[in-house]
């Protein structure tokens, strides 16, 4: 009897070990957004013969140029979170916010992200430099940084370029404040690249006013 009892025991033990064996689920990274809704796009109106805008798609610095989200401790040093990243790359998430910023200036006839069926009279190209938070000094603070130049579409003549540079103090030291402090800090720089570049455009002289 002891033995039949030991032998219909074994396979729960076995069970109980293999389980224990098993490797366990991996754990799903968090994912979070730049555009926290705030620069949604509104109606504005534009003046007769206003240009027509396309926006290339953002290029990234290497090591800015995937999901990572980065951080940094040491000068010169890029580290990535290991459980939390961009739901995009950050270029990515940039470009319809670009748009919509620009759209709303009020300075463009239209603004439309490249590749596109219609003629621009302008386009913009970017880069993002950095988006980062930095670990050396505390409170972190998150460093954004995009280049931008505004090109006559038909000549490639550069209008205008400029570099944005926005740091934005997070309110916790862990991926979730550095993801709301990078939130803030892309509101204020999209607010700088449209008030730029939609004076910039105000003062091209008008396709009509050229020819005269």
């Given at each position: 009897?002891?033995?039949?009892?030991?032998?219909?025991?074994?396979?729960?033990?076995?069970?109980?070990?293999?389980?224990?064996?098993?490797?366990?689920?991996s754990?799903?990274?968090?994912?979070?957004?730049?555009?926290?809704?705030?620069?949604?796009?509104?109606?504005?109106?534009?003046?007769?013969?206003?240009?027509?805008?396309?926006?290339?798609?953002p290029?990234?610095?290497?090591?800015?140029?995937?999901?990572?989200?980065?951080?940094?401790?040491?000068?010169?040093?890029?580290?990535?979170?290991?459980?939390?990243?961009?739901?995009?790359?950050?270029?990515?998430?940039?470009?319809?916010?670009?748009?919509?910023?620009?759209?709303s200036?009020?300075a463009?006839?239209?603004?439309?992200?490249?590749?596109?069926?219609?003629?621009?009279?302008?386009?913009?190209?970017?880069?993002?430099?950095?988006?980062?938070?930095?670990?050396?000094?505390?409170?972190?603070?998150?460093r954004?940084?995009?280049?931008?130049?505004?090109?006559?579409?038909?000549?490639?003549?550069v209008?205008?370029?400029?570099?944005?540079?926005?740091?934005?103090?997070?309110?916790?030291?862990?991926?979730?404040?550095?993801?709301?402090?990078?939130?803030?800090?892309?509101?204020?720089l999209?607010?700088?690249?449209?008030?730029?570049?939609?004076?910039?455009?105000?003062?091209?002289?008008?396709?009509?006013?050229?020819?005269?």
């Amino acid at each position: 009897m002891k033995r039949r009892t030991l032998l219909m025991a074994s396979p729960m033990l076995l069970g109980g070990c293999a389980g224990s064996l098993l490797p366990k689920p991996s754990r799903s990274p968090t994912s979070f957004t730049l555009d926290d809704g705030s620069s949604a796009a509104t109606a504005v109106s534009t003046a007769d013969g206003a240009p027509v805008l396309l926006v290339d798609m953002p290029r990234a610095a290497p090591g800015f140029d995937s999901k990572r989200m980065i951080y940094t401790r040491r000068p010169q040093e890029l580290e990535a979170y290991a459980f939390s990243e961009w739901v995009e790359t950050p270029a990515r998430l940039l470009a319809p916010m670009l748009v919509r910023s620009l759209q709303s200036g009020g300075a463009f006839g239209a603004v439309m992200l490249a590749p596109s069926a219609a003629l621009g009279t302008l386009r913009l190209e970017s880069e993002l430099i950095r988006l980062q938070q930095d670990f050396n000094v505390y409170p972190s603070i998150v460093r954004l940084t995009v280049r931008a130049t505004l090109l006559d579409a038909s000549t490639r003549a550069v209008i205008a370029s400029r570099e944005f540079d926005e740091r934005e103090a997070s309110l916790s030291e862990d991926a979730s404040g550095g993801a709301a402090a990078g939130q803030r800090a892309i509101q204020r720089l999209l607010t700088e690249f449209s008030a730029f570049f939609s004076q910039q455009a105000r003062l091209r002289p008008s396709a009509a006013g050229s020819d005269k």
